[in-house]
Nanobody, 123 residues
Framework: QVQLAESGGGLVQTGDSLRLSCAGSGRTLVWYNLAWFRQAPGKEREFVAGINRSGGTTDYAYFAKGRFTISRDNARNTVFLQMNSLKPEDTAVYYC????????????????WGQGTQVTVSS
């Protein structure tokens, strides 16, 4: 089994940047496709970005493309989400998730989840 723990969230202003990290433990992450999701208050959890095992393939939600970058460092057993040009609508709890089969934007395809890290963007 693999455990995931997000960090790096915080309170920032519009236009600022944040770098989220998700560290794996219990098992190497090299065998997992990884993704970031987010959930705002009163909203459904939504896909943000995904990355395959080697890091050679990525996928982004429309709102994230051009502003967010997902990457991974398998030697450090960590996946990152670099978020630039943040907007108030990016405010949410951000979760990382692991999928042993494929990159997917579907929540139920992911078997392992972290506890989330809060990102708040003020205007």
């Amino acid at each position: 089994q693999v455990q995931l723990a997000e960090s790096g969230g915080g309170l920032v202003q519009t236009g600022d940047s944040l770098r989220l990290s998700c560290a794996g433990s219990g098992r190497t992450l090299v065998w997992y496709n990884l993704a970031w999701f987010r959930q705002a208050p009163g909203k459904e959890r939504e896909f943000v970005a995904g990355i395959n095992r080697s890091g050679g393939t990525t996928d982004y939600a429309y709102f994230a493309k051009g502003r967010f970058t997902i990457s991974r460092d398998n030697a450090r057993n960590t996946v990152f989400l670099q978020m630039n040009s943040l907007k108030p609508e990016d405010t949410a709890v951000y979760y990382c998730a692991a999928n042993s089969e494929f990159i997917s934007a579907t929540i139920t395809d992911y078997l392992h989840w972290g506890q989330g890290t809060q990102v708040t963007v003020s205007s």
